[in-house]
């Protein structure tokens, strides 16, 4: 999807009636849980060019997570920054599958999943930066970035905080009668929070249209999926909520995107929610500052010798889609991009004007000396 | 006018907004075929369905997290958690979540949820039931909370709650639901921040707000009968705070009681004391007096629990400590 999507402008979110608090809609919403007429979902088949967009999008997040990890070793970016490389496939080949129906919640490690709904490399880093054309005008940075109008409902810095929320658009949708879905991303050390079970339970028994997309990278910062759970086969936790299980090859993107497409299908359909289990590996540390004593060397050259651009851009080759040198043309454009993104945000975007820190911590009152006060705003 | 039930109010207020609204919806624990534990949404799903009126698993969590989620994309959700003392429980998916995605996400988002929740001691339930813990999410940048008295107050604060577009914890009190008051039949709405003058005085000024509110009426009328004409205040309100009310009473009065049914250390009410001696520290005749409750787990004993929670006799006599206070 790469290029088409990132360009491509979803509308905004339609709500049922009018946006302001005083006007009510003048259409009820109705239950609508029945099932529906298969409505017309993402292509199943993808041409040649998307399936190379596929490849661009996922070296960006890898050009980007390099980046990253230089500009927070240069101590030019702030902040922690939980980078994605590695695990490429994952965001790629799920957001895929998406309509401009569709939303999705992220994680800690979510820049790979902004970028792959069509986030912009140049708003990502000055969110990174703490600037003020960032996504959320510098207040966010790396763990909090969202763009709601285009349907990403955000990433959130607590592990499993974004369960309840994802469930909660898929409520919202079946009450609207709408066709969409919403992915949920969150990784192996999400699923022994207790939003996990809540959540499973509350989408399984109302049969909500949330794709649970859990991303086994192995380990919860340091302590590996075999220390921390009792059952390792996450995806098998599917039956225990009446829902669908699937576990994919997290480094293959089209293996992903296939497994999500069946799972959108069949919330489209009114069959509810699905757990996917992508296994896959992070190639860099938990963060920055983590020297990797929890694993070995020989574990992380496997996974190198697995990895999903390699392994993506060897089968198009195979193919004959693509040949070496528009791989390396490939690359080099999106190396230009980075470059330019990394201009926009270091150099020439300014930082937020100290005296907007107050703005927006509520709708409609505004923070003083005095304690709050009410203001106009467009909401 | 009418006369009903605080407990009515609130469910009238709900059935009024889901009439009007069709985003507007109810879940929560029990809150459908048993009509809330405390008796709130009574009715409500036989008029609007299990659709809109949603019967939950026990999962504080989902239920604060899903209301969320369901707000920002478009929905309008008033959900239940049982016991404010449960609130621990939706923790994290009231204060991190809810409350600061506006501001995080670079204001380019509403949560507009109300949580309904009720607190407060009386029944001898204890301290997983009987609590008052509004001061913690007072705490939370991002979120109002508001803490009705009376079933008048209940039924327009709530309306106008679930028309607002913030993320916002209406405390009810266990207690008050069976109190009766007049409520008009025709619909109204109550502003935010606005609190109410229960008592109007010149000799000292009584705040509070939910139960505490009408104990300090109460003691406003028992002091009444010394001959201390003491000015009431029901917040209504806490956040956003009617700062301007207590001020201007205080300018008035030069004495100030503050009645909580929190616990003392790290009250609500700490924050009044610190806004009182920032504007009106040159008005106050003696030291600013809180009635607030023990700083121990609210016990069970009918004898203990009584001890530990403020009192009218608490609030008469704190009040009667600053009057003493020669200037």
């Known amino acids: 999807m790469g290029k088409t999507q990132r360009k491509r402008k979803a509308p905004a979110a339609k709500k049922v009636g009018g946006k302001g608090a005083e006007k009510p809609p003048a259409k009820a919403t109705g239950a609508k849980t029945a099932k529906k007429a298969a409505p017309k979902g993402a292509k199943k088949t993808l041409t040649n060019k998307e399936k190379i967009d596929l490849l661009r999008r996922m070296m960006e997040i890898r050009g980007f997570e390099d980046k990253v990890f230089e500009l927070l070793g240069r101590n030019i970016l702030q902040g922690a920054s939980h980078v994605y490389a590695g695990q490429e496939a994952v965001a790629v080949g799920a957001c895929s599958a998406m309509t401009e129906r569709d939303y999705a919640t992220s994680a800690h490690r979510g820049h790979g999943h902004c970028l792959a709904l069509g986030g912009d490399l140049n708003l990502m880093m000055a969110e990174l930066c703490g600037k003020a054309t960032g996504y959320c005008k510098g207040r966010g940075g790396s763990m909090h970035i969202a763009d709601v109008r285009n349907r990403n409902l955000g990433a959130t810095g607590i592990v499993g905080g974004n369960l309840p929320v994802a469930t909660g658009a898929g409520l919202a949708i079946q009450m609207q009668g709408k066709t969409g879905v919403c992915l949920c991303f969150f990784g192996d050390g999400a699923s022994n929070e207790g939003t996990f079970h809540e959540s499973l339970n509350m989408a399984g028994k109302w049969k909500l249209p949330v794709i649970y997309i859990c991303e086994n990278n192995k380990y919860g910062m340091s302590v590996s999926i075999e220390r921390a759970c009792a059952v390792t086969d996450i995806c098998g936790r599917a039956g225990c909520y009446g829902m669908m299980g699937a576990k994919v090859d997290g480094q293959k993107v089209l293996e992903v995107r296939e497994a999500v497409l069946e799972a959108i299908e069949r919330a489209r359909r009114g069959d509810g929610p699905t757990l996917i289990e992508a296994v896959t590996y992070r190639y860099r540390g938990h963060s920055r500052s983590d020297p990797r004593v929890y694993r070995t060397k020989q574990e992380e050259e496997y996974w190198q010798q697995r990895d999903p651009i390699t392994l993506f851009r060897d089968e198009l080759i195979g193919q004959k889609l693509l040949t070496n040198k528009a791989f390396e043309k490939l690359q080099a454009e999106v190396d230009s991009g980075i470059a330019a993104a990394e201009r926009f945000a270091v150099e020439e975007s300014p930082y937020p004007d100290p005296s907007e820190v107050l703005d927006d911590v509520y709708c409609g009152w505004v923070e003083t000396d005095k304690g709050l006060v009410r203001i106009e705003t467009k909401g | ?327």
């Open chain 2, 1 to 327: 006018m009418p006369q009903i039930m605080y407990r009515e109010a609130v469910r009238d207020a709900m059935a009024e907004e889901m009439r009007r609204d069709p985003r507007v919806f109810v879940m929560g624990e029990d809150v459908a075929i048993y009509g809330g534990a405390y008796g709130a949404t009574q009715g409500l799903v036989e008029e609007f369905g299990e659709e809109r009126v949603r019967d939950t698993a026990i999962s504080e969590q989902a239920i604060a997290g899903a209301a969320t989620g369901a707000a920002m994309c478009g929905m309008r959700p008033v959900a239940e958690i049982m016991y404010v003392d449960f609130m621990t429980l939706a923790m994290d998916q009231f204060v991190n979540q809810a409350a600061k995605n506006r501001y995080m996400f670079g204001g380019k988002t509403t949560v507009p949820m109300v949580l309904r929740t009720e607190g407060g001691a009386g029944r001898s339930i204890a301290a997983h039931h009987s609590q008052s813990l509004e001061a913690w999410f007072c705490h939370a940048p991002g979120v109002f909370v508001v803490m009705p008295a009376t079933p008048y107050d209940a039924k327009g604060l709530l309306k106008t709650c679930i028309r607002d577009d913030n993320p916002i914890l209406f405390i009810e009190h266990k207690m008050l639901y069976k109190e009766k008051g007049e409520v008009p039949e025709e619909e109204y709405l109550i502003p935010l921040g606005e609190a109410a003058l229960r008592r109007a005085g010149g000799d000292v000024t009584l705040v509070g707000y939910s139960r505490m509110a009408l104990l300090a009426e109460e003691a406003g009328r028992a002091l009444a009968e010394e001959g201390v004409e003491a000015e009431v205040i029901d917040l209504r309100c806490l956040k956003p705070l009617d700062v301007d009310a207590i001020l201007n009473s205080v300018r008035k009065t030069g004495r100030l009681v503050l009645c909580s049914e929190g616990y003392q250390e790290a009250n609500f009410v700490c924050e009044i004391m610190a806004k009182v001696q920032e504007f009106a520290f040159d008005d106050l005749d003696a030291p600013i007096e809180r009635v607030c409750a023990l700083n121990c787990p609210v016990p069970m004993s009918p004898v203990l629990e009584k001890e530990a929670v403020p009192s009218t006799e608490k609030i008469v006599a704190a009040a009667k400590r600053t009057l003493a206070r020669q200037r």
